[in-house]
């Protein structure tokens, strides 16, 4: 036979339920956050190797093995986007597998000729260096110092290209634009050379973000 609680004892029990409750979870954040610290200064560790090991060769010997790795994705995947990324991430030892993902539709986003993906992925290389954390939202000074390497780059790109947006790229290199979602329009791109044109648009892109890393490091280590 089940003993009857009293109401007191139930509202105890209850208590300390809550109690025990809230610090489990708060034993919980602070070990998500030690993990998330535990992870950050394990890419911070591997990024700063990357870096020294870089800054050691050649640069024109850097720029070939960024060569051969765009080449190597764009053969793969035909995506920019992806490409430009995963060459940079490979290079300088970033820690974006995710990222790598969500940039599968960010080719001229959503191949709707608007921003060029050898855009999109430099910045996002970029975010995951100098950006900001979920515990660090609030810092306003990171948010701004990415900025200045970001834009950098692009006013680089833009330089290069005469524009960071798909349509106009397209145009400067193939004479006009094609709309990519049109199946018939798709297939003239990729009979006018598309992956060895776009490829050369991305290797320029991720030579240009290797310098911008690669000096800004150089003078935060002098």
Sequence with gaps: MKKKLKRRDFIYSTIAATIGSVALGSCSIKEKEKSNREIKDSDESTF???ISENLEMPRDLVMKLLDQKVNNYMQ???NCAQSSFLALKEQFGLNGDDVLKALTPLTGIAERGETCGAVIGPLMAFGLIYGRGENELHDWDIYR???IPSGKFCKLF????GSTMCFDIQKEIFGRSFHLTNPEELKEFQEAGATDKCSDVV????RFAAEIILEREKKSKS
């Design 76 to 78: 793969i995947s035909y």
């Design 48 to 50: 700063e190797n990357k």
């Design 158 to 161: 833009e330089e290069e290209f």
């Design 203 to 206: 290797r320029n892109a991720v």
């Design 145 to 147: 110092d990415s900025l």
